[in-house]
């Protein structure tokens, strides 16, 4: 057995474990009894150490360091790379400190629910101090003499770095924010009415799951609280939820995930449980939910179908033809909240966070002041006041989990489907005509072709570009909102 | 902190991940893609070689070199010798086999659904060859100079031996031959018939459950091929089936699953996550689900109940009053499938299991053998031919997963159910007017505080004596069966 057979043989192991952990955390949100959480918190951290022990293994070192690349193939070198970062970055965290995090994180997630609940900011703070401190200690660790922010970027988006946001946010801000005053200064069109039985919104939700290519085969759809994408290769697994009011939330929930879950189902069965068996990173995983949500979902092509599927099913919506229905599903509204947001305003929000909590972890200011900078920041990007934390600063799960770094890489996966589907649209002239038909087919098969099958083979960046044949840019994205609601809101 | 706590501080993870690759298979057979098995085998495998490599690591072996255990209380001893037992079961086996196993019966397990789906055994022989051929490789290992299946009777009954069950079943036999005949010479009564929704079984199944006590806080009730009970502590679930023509499959799948699930449920909380944290052998836990499915669950006492709340649910069911109700439930009759088998004659198949499993791992014959055997001993048992492989040879899971040794623990628990319900009968005057108003909580109380909270506390036979205050032998049943069915058959 070669140096390289004996890592990977490991690692594939490695992967396997990961997988077992990962569908823990799917049976959490989704099937375990509501009384098992504190036996399940012990297997969870049994895991985490298993996987922690595996990564820093100093076989692993050893074989890394034996290894040589040169006499690799392109895949075996995309393995090697991958494994290497994630050995080297799990080296570099003290055992004390990943254990830290791991403690307080899951004790301030809970804090955070009840802070929300209780629309209260100062109670989460010391808390979320606590975070903070160990992720700057962590974040120090990995960065060595570099930014820590940039450090914490490679754990979502290996490549990305500060100064190339600050470029791109700097490039989506104004045209972003002119569109979004344009189209609120048009009237608002009207939403769906009518009665939506959760059931029926689920049986809809597993057709068109399938509309887009999902393999049930290798998968299956839930309800959960959030919904999520969990697994990889042969058991890729999806979540949604439902509303009586709203089908859109059931569908459009469900159409984002099965893009997650399609990149996994996706990828060259050839790397089956091997890092190349995975999304390359959060931003491309997220092209892939935006793409399918958006620029296929949210098309007037594909409504049009909708309308008539979603009348088949529930009868009257209260909207009289295809026009109305493509203008209610990608209606814009003010609103607080990042999930529930539209096409246009969904970046701001992003914007908002990513500079916060660069701000804060560069020591800018403290967590004390951390609803204040919130609520500031969003009356200058939104224009209207944020009337209380759980609108504001309390909204979102993840700086509660210690995930910085990870906000950005909803707008790079924006960005990304934007190039994408200009891409898709010069490769396959037939898009539209097939997504009227209810067939995502042509589209999805290009997506498949040009950069699912690839998982981890290229970095996040050139797994772009090469499915688009140029490098990524906001051109694209802010031209395909532009004119999709230009044209909307008659602008 | 002393050798003991850092010995169970180790063990407590085990325990953990042990609950975790448990939780894997409930999902395997409830939850999981039809596509995802050999993703589902490498997961299961990784798995086993974490926990085999936990049990044999060398620090264990240290742990317990230099334990003083003359310094522990029973609690501590106790721990002690299960830990003990597992290390040195498991550094008898090759981490390479031990792997296989898992690899291999995971992928068998599939086979055997789809052949006996087939009715055909020849497709099933091949991978059930090379399981019997790994089981056979690791009895020699665990049994060293000693006997094979004694040795592997250790896994699910320790102490029990070959010698002790031919003792056992030779003086079941003859009585329970001559219990069936006599019954079976004696009109047959009528069963139930009716429209059985499968929806409103599994309702009643759930009400049911806890009926009898099961805390659905830390459970839940999902639909499986084979009924089953899995997990520890705060999590424990049960799966049951549903057949539209009998719908006491179904509900006494659940009474069973439910006395398995509360033995678990039912242990001192102190122990959760430990080894005396789970039921002490699969014999004593048969006791459990038996003594709740039959002394229990098919009681005058309580189908008098049952047949009220089943004509609510159902409407008619064909039965006019409780006594031919009561009738009905404990109906003999011929048949081919253990699991759909009575009180009387389910222990001849138990018979058969055994004697053919032992034979099997012995050599006395190889698997290409063994549905011929199975059919010609079926023959010369209960008198008519087996008509098809899938109500014979095919008819169980359990070789397909490699648990041999497993079977006569059934007949086990039977025994010791006979004896607990005795025992129970001495000691709580009135369990059978409180199980005449739809309420189990006399008896599974009993049991809760005379067995099922101590755990893993003593030896399997030394559990049932301390509950009993008496030594356990196949007496009681055999009684127990006498009466109640010479009664109803009027022998």
């Known amino acids: ?57 100093p076989e692993v070192g050893e074989w890394l360091a034996a290894i040589d690349e040169a006499a690799l193939d392109d895949v075996g070198r995309a393995q090697v790379r991958h494994i290497r970062r994630s050995h080297e970055r799990a080296v570099k965290v003290p055992a004390r400190l990943s254990a830290e995090i791991a403690r307080v994180t899951s004790r301030s997630q809970g804090i955070w629910a009840e802070a929300r ?19 700057r200690e962590e974040g120090a660790a990995l960065a060595a003499e570099g930014d820590v ?43 769906v009415s009518g009665s939506f039985d959760e059931a029926l919104q689920m049986k809809l939700s597993r057709r068109i799951a399938q509309v887009f290519g999902y393999d049930m085969k290798r998968g299956r759809v839930d309800k959960a609280v959030h919904p999520f ?21 059931c569908l459009y929930s469900t159409i984002h995930e099965v893009g997650h879950a399609s990149y996994e189902q996706g990828i060259d069965p050839a790397y089956l449980l091997t890092p190349l068996g995975s999304g390359v990173s959060m931003g ?5 939910s935006r793409i399918y949500e958006n620029q ?49 305003q969904y970046n701001l929000h992003i914007l908002l966070r990513t500079d916060l909590e660069r701000a ?53 996966g924006n960005v990304y489907a934007g190039c994408l589907a200009a891409a898709m649209r010069r490769a396959v002239p037939d898009v539209d005509a097939a997504l009227s038909r209810g067939d995502t087919g042509p589209a999805t098969h290009w997506l498949r072709q040009s950069l699912q099958s690839h998982g ?27 004119e999709k609601f230009g044209a909307l809101y008659d602008l």
Not at 119 to 135: C, H, S, T
Not at 459 to 481: K, Q, V
């Open 117 to 135: 609940a209780e629309n209260d900011f100062a109670a989460f703070a010391p808390v979320l101090a606590e975070v903070v401190a160990l992720k």
């Open 284 to 288: 491309v995983h997220e092209s892939q």
């Open 456 to 482: 981890g083979l290229r970095e996040p960046r050139d797994t772009i570009a090469e499915a688009c044949g140029t490098a990524p840019s906001e051109g694209p994205l802010l031209d395909y909102l532009d």
């Open 296 to 344: 296929l979902g949210r098309s007037r092509a594909f409504t049009g179908w909708l309308f008539d599927e979603m009348r088949g099913v529930f009868g009257d919506i209260g909207l009289t033809d295809a026009e109305a229905f493509y203008a209610a599903v990608n209606r814009v509204q003010k609103g607080y909240i990042r999930t529930e947001s539209d096409e246009v």
């Open 229 to 249: 994408s969990s697994g990889a290769g042969l058991d890729v697994r999806i979540t949604t939820r439902t509303s009586a009011e709203d089908p859109f939330n």
């Open 149 to 191: 922010y940039d450090a914490m970027l490679q754990d979502y988006e290996p490549g990305m770095t500060g100064a190339a946001l600050d470029d791109l946010f700097g490039a989506l801000r104004p045209r972003l924010v002119a569109l979004r005053e344009a189209v609120l200064g048009k009237p608002e069109p009207a939403g």
């Open 360 to 412: 804060l972890l560069g020591r800018e200011f403290e967590v004390e002041h951390l609803e204040e900078a919130w609520n500031t920041r969003f009356l200058a990007d939104f224009g209207y006041a944020v009337d209380k934390a759980s609108n504001g600063v309390l909204q979102d799960v993840h700086w509660s989990l210690g995930l910085f770094g990870y906000f950005p890489t909803y707008t790079l």
């Open 1 to 57: 057995m070669t140096t390289y057979d004996a890592l990977m043989s490991y690692q594939r192991e490695t992967e396997a474990l990961a997988q077992v952990a990962g569908r823990l955390g799917w049976d959490q949100e989704t099937m375990m009894p509501r009384g098992a959480g504190p036996q399940r918190a012990e297997e969870m951290a049994a895991m985490e150490g298993v996987l922690h022990a595996r990564r820093i293994a």
